[in-house]
């Protein structure tokens, strides 16, 4: 059975840093790029961040890019997702995602429940 559990969500002033952790199971993780995403408030949910299954590619919106790095290590079947100089608008719940197409960050094939981050400003 997949299991993709998110953590490391809180709430933070702006300008201030948070890391996010995704632990999964129950796939080879090292086969698979892997992801993130997040769904604001009445917002659609929107690609956050992806990477390769050996790290080596890596994709970031461009809303996050400079701000936010993506990570993975392998041997902890464990993703990270570094996130600096938030801002309010980064509010949102951040979902994990696995088994991806990283060219499109779409066909997600499973999805943690997600993570809320709270950025206040």
């Known amino acids: 059975e997949v299991q993709i559990v998110e953590s490391g969500g809180g709430l933070v002033q702006a300008g201030g840093s948070l890391r996010l952790s995704c632990a999964a199971s129950?796939?080879?993780?090292?086969?698979?790029?892997i992801g993130w995403f997040r769904q604001a408030p009445g917002k659609e949910r929107e690609s956050v961040a992806g990477?390769?299954?050996?790290?080596?590619?890596?994709w970031l919106a461009d809303s996050v890019k400079g701000r936010f790095t993506i990570s993975r290590d392998n041997a902890k079947n464990t993703l990270y997702l570094q996130m600096n100089s938030l801002k309010p608008e980064d509010t949102a719940v951040y979902y994990c995602?696995?088994?991806?197409?990283?060219?499109?960050?779409?066909?997600?094939?499973?999805w943690g429940q997600g993570t809320q981050v709270t950025v206040s400003s």
């Open positions: 129950g796939f080879t993780f090292d086969d698979y790029a």
């Open positions: 995602a696995a088994n991806l197409d990283l060219s499109t960050m779409r066909n997600v094939r499973s």
């Open positions: 990477i390769s299954w050996n790290g080596g590619n890596t």
